[in-house]
């Protein structure tokens, strides 16, 4: 079992930056793969970002340049940075954990999840 709990969520003008931190605890060993998802009302959950159990990131077109994730060595907190925001950002964001992940953006390799952060991005 792994439990992940989200903050930093909240409101930021467009071309801003958040950082958002995931609390990640329980079973968590070499096999663990950690992401973060962001989903609007009406539209799937989707991955923007992760990290594979072997260090390797990989993220959504739509952020790649603007955001990076990053955890400590025990993976015990998921952070994602996000830089020049933009409106479409906005949503719920969401960590997730899962083990032996092989497509790091895809929502079914995960099997725990947070409660979700707000993020908010204005004009």
């Known amino acids: 079992q792994v439990e992940l709990v989200e903050s930093g969520g909240g409101s930021v003008q467009a071309g801003g930056s958040l950082r958002l931190s995931c609390a990640v605890s329980g079973n968590i060993d070499s096999s663990v793969g950690v992401a973060w998802f962001r989903q609007v009302p009406g539209k799937q959950r989707e991955g923007v970002a992760n990290?594979?159990?072997?260090?390797?990131?990989g993220y959504s077109d739509s952020v790649k340049g603007r955001f990076t994730i990053f955890t400590d060595s025990r993976k015990t907190t998921l952070t994602l940075q996000m830089n020049n925001l933009k409106l479409e950002d906005s949503g719920m964001y969401y960590c997730a954990a899962g083990r032996y992940v092989a497509d790091g953006l895809g929502i079914h390799e995960y099997n725990f999840w947070g409660q979700g952060t707000q993020v908010t991005v204005s004009s």
């Open positions: 990290i594979y159990s072997d260090g390797r990131t």
